[in-house]
T-cell receptor, first 109, second 116 residues
Framework: GQNIDQPTEMTATEGAIVQINCTYQ??????LFWYQQHAGEAPTFLSY??LDGLEEKGRFSSFLSRSKGYSYLLLKELQMKDSASYLC??????????WGAGTKLIIKP | GAVVSQHPSWVICKSGTSVKIECRSL??????MFWYRQFPKQSLMLMAT?????????EQGVEKDKFLINHASLTLSTLTVTSAHPEDSSFYIC????????????FGQGTRLTVV
C-alpha cells in the first residue's frame, strides 16, 4: 500500500533550526512535495524534489533520498510565523499526490 | 505562481439544503482538479479527481450522489454538497494542475462549510 510517515508534532525555539522528516512508500514516484499550512488556511507550496540531494530556498531547504524513500524539510532561523503544519506529499506513478498527516510545528520564544 | 480562486470562503447552511463551491484557475488551464476535505487537526483527504469534460473519479467511501462534481471547462470545477448534514461540516479545498505539467498543485483558499 501507499504510505507517508511524518512526526505528528515538533517544538522548536525561535531563531533555531528544525528538521522535519518524512518517509514514503508509493506506487511509483514522480517527486516529493512539502507544503505549509496555517490553521484554517489552504496549503501553500514550499518545495519539490524529484532528484536526490538538497534544494535550498532561503531559510527553507528540502532533501531527498529516493533509495531510502526519505525526505526532510529544514527550517533555519525560525520565526514565530513559521508555526504551522508542514505536509509531506509524494506523487505516485499516476501523478496523484499521496499526503502525510502533517507535522504541527510549535515555535516558542 | 499560478492562482486558483475558490468561492465562497465560508458558508453556513441549514441541514437538508445544498451548497455549491466553485474552484477557478485564473491564469492557466487546468485539465485536472482535485477536491479535498479536511477535518480539524487532520490531513487532507482526497474526495475526488475531476477531469475536464468527463466524469469525476471518486475515492472509496465518498458518495458521488451526495458530492456532485462538474468540470465543464478548463478553468472551472464545482462541488455541490447535496442534502447537507451537520457531519458534512468541514474545510473543503480544491487544487488544480496546469495543462502542461503534472508537478506543482495550486490550491484554492478553501471553503469552511458549517451545516446547522
Amino acid at each position: 500500500g501507499q504510505n507517508i510517515d511524518q512526526p505528528t508534532e515538533m517544538t522548536a525555539t525561535e531563531g533555531a533550526i528544525v528538521q522535519i522528516n518524512c518517509t514514503y512508500q508509493t506506487s511509483g514516484f514522480n517527486g516529493l512535495f512539502w507544503y505549509q499550512q496555517h490553521a484554517g488556511e489552504a496549503p501553500t507550496f514550499l518545495s519539490y524534489n524529484v532528484l536526490d540531494g538538497l534544494e535550498e530556498k532561503g531559510r527553507f531547504s528540502s532533501f531527498l533520498s529516493r533509495s531510502k524513500g526519505y525526505s526532510y524539510l529544514l527550517l533555519k532561523e525560525l520565526q514565530m510565523k513559521d508555526s504551522a503544519s508542514y505536509l509531506c506529499a509524494s506523487m505516485d506513478s499516476n501523478y496523484q499526490l499521496i499526503w502525510g498527516a502533517g507535522t504541527k510545528l510549535i515555535i516558542k520564544p | 505562481g499560478a492562482v486558483v480562486s475558490q468561492h465562497p470562503s465560508w458558508v453556513i447552511c441549514k441541514s437538508g439544503t445544498s451548497v455549491k463551491i466553485e474552484c477557478r484557475s485564473l491564469d492557466f488551464q487546468a485539465t485536472t482538479m482535485f477536491w479535498y476535505r479536511q477535518f480539524p487537526k487532520q490531513s487532507l483527504m482526497l474526495m475526488a479527481t475531476s477531469n475536464e469534460g468527463s466524469k469525476a473519479t471518486y475515492e472509496q467511501g465518498v458518495e458521488k450522489d451526495k458530492f456532485l462534481i462538474n468540470h465543464a471547462s478548463l478553468t472551472l470545477s464545482t462541488l455541490t454538497v447535496t442534502s447537507a448534514h451537520p457531519e458534512d461540516s468541514s474545510f473543503y479545498i480544491c487544487s488544480a494542475r496546469e495543462l502542461e505539467t503534472y508537478t506543482e498543485a495550486f490550491f484554492g483558499q478553501g471553503t469552511r462549510l458549517t451545516v446547522v
